[in-house]
């Protein structure tokens, strides 16, 4: 229930929303959770095992169980914190894991059977009989695990990358971090500080403390207002940092429009940031912990802190009736701040048995919560001292302190294991886990106000802080009570119990990470915050040693669960990866092409025309131009890089197997490059276009490859080398023009005489169109008579057009890379589906390309044992009668099983030519001597045998002559 | 030796078919004026000589013309003269693509897209780095910042920049 | 990550790609032994610890560098160029 003002809640404005359909009102700065406890809902959600009635237990982004839906339809978002998620008017939540509904849920059975479902019941039932498993009990078993669930729709909303610089991160804007804030603020350093939750304050707004003569809430917003007002501090609230990384890298989780009815057009639903830090001080504050007693979960109980924070933040009493339950002193103020709003405290349990809290309220010392009751909440519990009987407390609230757990863990992301402190009874991060980073206030086990001051101040450079209350914790251990019947929680997300850390014992998972494992203690979105200390002190009783000896399992990022879109950021659906579009895209569009990704490229694949429906149909007429008329094909987007300098020759030779300082200007030479360990890496030309310059091509594929490598090879091998490269391959469109018509085209447009004497098979020649300067190559991958000719890539769309036109008045047009594939594997050309990484020269039958006369990059290793020979995979041509040949598919002799050992090869290129039927190109097992003999490709894939002969892998025009004509 | 060729070829922005310029919020973005770009790549022990000729070789920024461009590498809007045998020099106008973005929030927008420390990039500084997942070139303006790509990723570049513009200014009106 | 590459200054470790451990600089001669080939293509030392390696900035200025970086903290020791610093 409302009972006063909270100061985040503006009273004026009304918020309408509605929780499992129905209305809910609230006000603006309310969370879900303080909502529903305005309204007096303790019941919130189901556990997820046992479906057992569950309420909110924090204030904070740890929550355990009040975990939500919101959002409808593609926007839906599951397991959102109801203590994080502010309500806005039209928001639609709903509860998770329960069916039909909240009150009443039919799993909740599995609370009946808890027997036989405590933890690791997966390994030793169903068991029987074997087959149910897989078809039954794993589908069943499986829909009913999981807490929220997805729409399944097409996401809706977009998420931004961004980056991030400052002198000093300070990563929370509790007392500590705003102290340091300010500090290192006024003295002008670059500060960002990040706190994950709406404004800055901490628990500064959750407590009744005085801060230099004033509200501790005051106290935040004037720090709040004068941080907003160094333009050297940046201040990002709702922002999480989720994770430490090497170099002084932070990633972050900013909620932007999570929590806007209406975000404007364009905003994200949040940000991920990575942020680079000089320094960073970790003042992310500490978990209250809560203490296990018999059936502690019931809607209700909660942490005292929580209490507070409703109290203060809210204007929220939990409830009506509340007990304290404390193992420390912090648990005593939580009477105080609820007598002084007016709200019955019906007693104060102190485990400690000599403590005198001096509060005007029922005190009982050296006792402990034995028993609770209130199937849908709380509504009585029993506590008892050693040696005495029960007693009978009446409560819908009980208000658990256990102690705090120092937030440690963004210093356990890089490896890090925090270290155990005896006189808090908690960790605490092991200084320099991440270096750069320090740890202060309460993250470090400094609990009080003044504490947290002082080290923040000091963290920043030193001077005045504000006066502060400095009161001791003071608490003694008590994890969970003993002797009396019921189970009693520890994980509340993923429901585990102080039994089945008990059986984990037994069973012998002793170890910390085992005990992790086999109950999943700690392996909830929640990551164990409240968990783990209770898991490891049980473990400890057990095994007989100290809880620093039992260790702890380390903690990942993200600190809290963030959506994976926020880390794909724009990047995805169509702007997956970045598009290269070619000089001749625009033209294609016209033509209505098909597209082929090669990396980023779209190339056109096919240029469909009259009634063709299929791409073979397309395929097939635009070989059939190039073989009896000319086409025109965008080969742009192969490497090419212009070598220029006295040296290059030198650099040349190196890189390639053969001898390219012997290479005439105006003269154009295929070349291999191999990788060091002897395999062929690339294929390409390298034409001479003057004494020092040269233009080397590579696959479209490799190009990025072979310039990485000549880098290495330029500045790491032979630095002294007079070579400079740089690559050209944007600079220059280039077209093929091919076919026995290419040469007539061409004379035509730059109206100039072609024959081999101007511009010879494998030549070069500077020429002019109107006023643009380009390049001429004569060479070919068609195997047809053809050119390249490149103009400057302003004039790409141009030049395309009138080569269209052209070849269209010859008897061709366009060709795309379909036809392409067929033309080349006509001619055995190939490409890296052959050279594939693990042939060697040899291997596709360039053995003699290699120069014995000098070095190479890959020369040595390539004449290794093993390379070379009659056990070595050759280059071969397959030929099919009937069925066509599929890449993929492996070769065995006729009559062979299709086993490894009978293996002789596999197709590395396929198609059906519509001249010369089913083609493939294979490496087979001494293929080069074996041309003749017949065959069978088997494809397991496709389930399909299909007889073949080996050939020559040139399965047309054999001496080249056309190409040479 | 015969007629010379009479065709007219005409030219194509790299941006064609993309909305440019582009405002929004206070920022403003446009395709760079840049009709000739040439590299200049001085051979080993030849940068005194270099210089000689062009002037001071900066790195990591840009003097005039001059615009740093890489390892041993600069960039000159103008096609150089006199730099036979001490340099290698390539015609890359057709290369790039560049946008120049400014007005207020260019550097939320830049921080958006590379992992630079946008609050403090200056005018005249030039860095290689990452520009929306893509090797770029960052050159900074007066009021604001020139962001260059490789000519076929032009699409790419444009298309995250305007995201980023509409983010940050639908961002800046967001109160509290 | 973050590299600190004397031409542009420390960079996230996105723009660099990682070739291998620095002995690739010193490419033994055409005709060395086969053994000397065979370390230096494929035997590599495995330390924990500071490890001499070779990165190129492959998003940024293009520079080849020398880096020593402690294999279990990744703390970068030191950066140089490749082409300058022959060691």
């Known amino acids: 229930m409302r009972v006063r003002e909270g100061s985040r809640i503006d009273a004026e404005r009304v918020v309408r929303f509605s929780l499992n359909g129905k209305a809910v009102v609230g006000r603006k700065g309310d969370t879900l959770a303080s909502a529903l406890l305005a ?275 809210y204007g929220v009493a939990p409830g009506r009736k509340v007990a304290v339950f404390t193992n420390n002193d912090d648990g005593w103020r939580t009477v105080d701040d609820l007598q002084a709003a007016g709200v019955e405290v019906s007693a104060l349990i102190d485990t400690r048995p000599d403590v005198e809290p001096g509060r005007d309220v029922r005190t009982v010392t050296g006792a402990q919560v034995v028993a609770t009751r209130g199937r849908l ?218 597209y082929v990704e090669a990396g980023l490229w779209h190339r056109a694949a096919w240029f469909p025309q009259g009634n063709e429906t299929t791409w073979k149909q397309s395929a097939d007429r635009e070989v059939g131009w190039v073989r009896g008329a000319v086409g025109v094909c965008d080969v742009t987007t192969l490497g090419k890089i212009d070598v220029q300098g006295p040296g290059a020759r030198d650099l040349l030779d190196l890189l390639y197997t053969g001898k390219m300082s012997t290479l005439k200007e105006g003269r154009v030479r295929y070349g291999l490059m191999l990788r060091e360990d002897g395999f062929v890496m690339d294929d390409g030309t390298c034409a001479r276009l003057g004494p020092d310059h040269y233009v080397i091509t590579t696959t479209t594929a490799a190009a990025g490859e072979v310039m990485a490598y000549m880098d290495f090879c330029a500045q790491v091998l032979k630095p002294d080398l007079p070579v400079r490269f740089i690559s050209t391959t944007e600079q220059w469109a280039q077209f093929a023009v091919a076919g026995p018509q290419s040469r007539a085209l061409l004379e035509g447009l730059l109206d100039q005489g072609l024959n081999d004497d101007v511009l010879p098979f494998m030549g070069y020649l500077p020429v002019q169109i109107g006023d643009v300067a380009g390049r001429l190559f004569r060479i070919s991958f068609s195997g047809e008579l053809a050119y390249e000719l490149a103009v400057p890539t302003r004039y790409g769309d141009a030049l395309i057009r009138v080569l269209e036109d052209r070849a269209k008045a010859l008897g061709g047009g366009l060709y795309g890379m379909e036809a392409l594939n067929i033309l080349r594997i006509e001619k055995g050309f190939i490409t890296h589906s052959e050279i594939h990484g693990r042939v060697t020269a040899d291997d596709i039958g360039f053995g003699r390309m290699v120069s014995p006369a000098k070095d190479c990059i890959g020369k040595v290793m390539s004449q290794r044992p093993g390379l070379h020979g009659a056990e070595r995979q050759q280059l071969v041509g397959l030929r099919a009668k009937d069925g066509a040949l599929k890449a993929g598919a492996h070769i065995f002799g006729q009559g062979k099983r299709a086993s490894a050992e009978n293996d002789q090869g596999y197709i590395t290129s396929a198609c059906t030519s519509p001249t010369l039927g089913h083609l493939a190109l294979a490496f087979v097992v001494n293929g080069r001597a074996r041309h003749g003999e017949q065959v069978v490709a088997h494809d397991g894939l496709h389930g399909t045998d299909i007889a073949c002969e080996i050939v020559d892998p040139v399965f047309m025009d054999p001496d080249g002559e056309k190409m040479r004509g | ?152 990723f032009a699409r790419t570049l444009h298309h995250h920049l305007v995201d980023a513009m509409q983010s940050v200014t639908a961002q800046s009106v967001l109160s509290e | 990550m973050r590299i600190e590459c004397p031409q542009c200054g420390a960079r996230d470790v996105r723009e660099f790609t990682y070739l291998g451990a620095a002995v690739l600089a010193d490419r033994p001669d055409a005709d060395a032994t086969t053994e000397a080939w065979q370390d230096y293509v494929h035997l590599r030392d495995n330390p924990a610890g500071p490890h001499d390696e070779l990165w190129h900035h492959a998003m940024g200025c293009s520079a080849w560098l020398r880096v020593r970086r402690n294999t279990l903290t990744h703390e970068i020791l030191t950066v140089t160029m490749a082409q300058e610093d022959r060691t």
């Open chain 1, 39 to 313: 309204n007096d809902q303790r019941l919130m959600g189901r556990s997820f095992k046992y479906h057992r009635p569950r309420g909110v237990v924090t204030a904070g982004s740890e929550e355990p169980n009040a975990l939500f839906e919101i959002g409808t339809g593609a926007g839906q978002v599951p397991n959102v914190r109801g203590t994080v998620q502010e309500i806005f008017d039209g928001m639609v939540a709903r509860s998770q894991n329960c069916w039909p509904s909240l009150e009443r849920d039919a799993l909740a059975i599995n609370d009946l059977m808890s027997r036989f479902l405590s933890a690791g019941f997966y390994y030793k039932t169903f068991m029987w009989p074997q087959a149910f498993w897989e078809k039954l009990y794993e589908p069943i078993i499986r829909r009913a695990a999981g807490l929220g669930a997805l729409s399944g729709d097409e996401p809706v909303g977009d998420f931004d990358k961004a980056w991030a610089h400052c002198d000093l991160l300070i990563i929370g804007g509790g007392p500590a971090g705003l102290m340091a804030a300010l500090t290192a603020g006024r003295t002008g350093q670059r500060v960002l500080i990040a706190d994950e939750d709406v404004r800055l304050g901490g628990r500064l707004d959750a407590e009744s403390f005085e801060l230099g003569g004033m509200a501790s809430t005051d106290w935040a917003r004037e720090a709040a207002a004068e941080l907003d007002s160094l333009p050297n501090v940046r201040v990002m609230t709702r922002t999480t940092v989720t994770g430490a990384y090497d170099g002084r890298t932070f990633g972050a989780y900013e909620r932007v429009s999570e929590h806007l009815a209406s975000p404007p057009a364009g905003a994200p639903v949040g940000t991920f940031w990575r942020i680079v830090a000089d320094r960073t001080l970790l003042a992310g504050g500490a978990h209250e912990r809560m203490i296990a007693f018999p059936d502690n979960d019931r809607p209700g109980i909660m942490q005292a802190s929580a209490v507070r924070s409703y109290l203060h933040r």
């Open chain 1, 377 to 594: 909440g709380l509504e009585s519990l029993d506590i008892s001292k050693p040696g005495g009987g029960r007693q009978f407390i009446s409560a819908d609230c009980l208000a658990v302190s256990g102690g705090w757990n120092p937030s440690v863990h963004l210093t356990c992301h890089m490896n890090g294991r925090p270290i155990w402190r005896d006189d808090i009874a908690a960790f605490v991060p092991k200084p320099g886990a991440v270096p750069g980073l320090e740890a202060i206030g309460a993250a470090n086990g400094a609990f009080s106000t003044h504490e947290a001051l002082r080290a923040g101040a000091d963290a920043a450079g030193g001077g005045e802080i504000p006066a502060a209350e400095d009161a001791p914790v003071n608490v003694t251990p008590f994890w969970h009570v003993t002797g009396v019947k019921g189970r009693q929680w520890l994980d509340l997300q993923n429901d585990v119990t102080v039994k089945d850390i008990k059986l984990a014992h037994q069973e012998n998972f002793r170890s910390v990470e085992h005990m992790k494992r086999y109950t999943t203690l700690g392996m909830a979105t929640d990551q164990g915050k409240l968990s783990n200390m209770g898991g490891l002190a049980v473990m400890a009783e057990l095994t007989g040693q100290p809880i620093p000896s039992v260790g702890t399992t380390t903690f990942r990022p993200p600190y809290t669960p963030i959506p994976v879109a926020a880390l794909a950021g724009r990047a995805h659906r169509a702007h997956f990866a970045p598009d290269r579009y070619t000089p001749s895209h625009q033209l294609s569009e016209e033509r209505g092409a098909s």
């Open chain 2, 1 to 152: 030796m015969g007629r010379k060729c009479v065709v007219e070829l005409s030219a194509v922005s790299p941006f064609a078919g993309a909305e440019l310029p582009v405002s929004c919020g206070g920022m403003h973005l446009a395709e760079t004026e840049m009709p000739v770009l040439f590299s200049v790549a001085p051979y080993p022990g030849q940068r005194t000589a270099v210089e000689g000729v062009l002037g001071q070789l900066p790195i990591g920024r840009r003097n005039g013309d001059l615009i740093w461009s890489g390892l041993d590498q600069w960039f000159l809007s103008a096609d150089p003269e006199g730099l036979d045998g001490i340099a290698a020099v390539t015609d890359q106008s057709d290369a790039w693509a560049m946008l120049d973005l400014t007005g207020e929030g260019w550097r939320d927008v830049l921080a958006r897209l590379s992992p630079l420390d946008a609050d403090r990039f200056e005018a005249q500084q030039v860095a290689r780095t990452e520009v929306a997942h893509m090797a770029g070139i960052v050159i900074g303006l007066e009021e604001g910042v020139r962001l260059g790509i490789l000519r076929s």
